[in-house]
């Protein structure tokens, strides 16, 4: 998934009390129906396990893969089809109504209804209720054994390039038909899976991954010393050892001279204690004294 800029929308001041009450408990509620591998905005889940498990499924014996996601999914989502999704799962009249006038508050198509917001938790959510429907779909309809999705992006592993020929399109005449949304077609794509796979913002193999030129460009672009411990541990984890020792670089030439005098990198370099007094994160204490 790459990161995009787009338009965020808060909502009124009665939306965002709905948001912050009804938000536990229709995770608590709507968690139980969701699929293992639905990944996003949900306790114990999250993009390094997406990551991972999309890893394995690459590892198996299955050597087709098919990528996918939705054409711009928020402004998308059909409103009306939503509520009656939500209809089936909430039972209380009135929080209904405050849904029902949370969703209508909001609308991507000018004088129209559609779409939800982009920018707030409950809208992660609704996108879960909403594509519940396609993970339901692939896995009690089609049969889907090798199926993930994070957001809207989505895989299916299969060792038969004709049955996953079929499976691609009778899912796309699903979304369609009974959620009115479209893949998109740059993304629309069967591979082998030793050819590794460009998705959640890393290409994965199946014996290894490493984080994609975009997101590292991203990287190097926003790097901060206040940032530097969170950025650490994304090219630990996916990075090789080449783009980690290029940041380890970046970071003890670029960032600290930022921060300190030449006389304290310096003192820095022979005496960790020094280093500690400024209270610099633990990852930047290991850049120094790895090349002291």
Request: proline share 2%.
């Amino acid at each position: 998934m790459v990161l995009l800029r787009q338009r965020t929308w808060y909502g009124r001041s009665r939306s965002k009390i709905v948001y912050g009450n009804f938000n536990p408990e229709n995770r608590k509620v709507n968690d139980k129906t969701f699929i293992y591998d639905a990944w996003s905005c949900r306790a114990g889940k999250g993009l390094l396990g997406a990551i991972e498990r999309t890893q394995a499924f690459l590892s198996g014996d299955t050597p087709w893969v098919w990528k996918c996601d939705v054409r711009k999914f928020f402004d998308s989502v059909d409103q009306d089809i939503l509520l009656k999704i939500l209809s089936r799962r909430t039972k209380d009249s009135a929080t209904f109504n405050l849904l029902k006038e949370t969703i209508y508050s909001f609308s991507s198509v000018p004088g129209g209804r559609g779409g939800i917001p982009i920018g707030n938790l409950s809208s992660q959510i609704f996108a879960n209720i909403y594509l519940n429907e396609l993970d339901r779909y692939m896995k009690h309809e089609i049969g889907v054994r090798g199926y993930l999705r994070y957001g809207d992006d989505f895989i299916v592993v299969e060792n038969d390039l004709a049955k996953l020929e079929h499976i691609r399109a009778e899912t796309i005449k699903f979304l369609n038909k009974r959620l009115k949304l479209q893949v998109n077609s740059d993304r629309n794509k069967i591979m082998q899976t030793s050819q590794g796979l460009q998705i959640l913002g890393v290409k994965i193999w199946p014996s290894g991954r490493v984080l994609n030129k975009r997101n590292q460009a991203r990287i190097y672009r926003r790097l901060t010393h206040e940032n530097v411990s969170s950025y650490y541990g994304l090219i630990s984890k996916h990075g090789n050892s080449k783009q980690r020792k290029i940041f380890d670089w970046t970071v003890c030439a670029e960032i600290l001279p930022t921060q300190l005098t030449d006389f304290q990198i310096a003192e820095c370099l022979s005496c960790e204690t020094l280093l500690l007094t400024h209270l610099w994160p633990a990852a930047m204490i290991s850049f120094v004294l790895k090349y002291n």
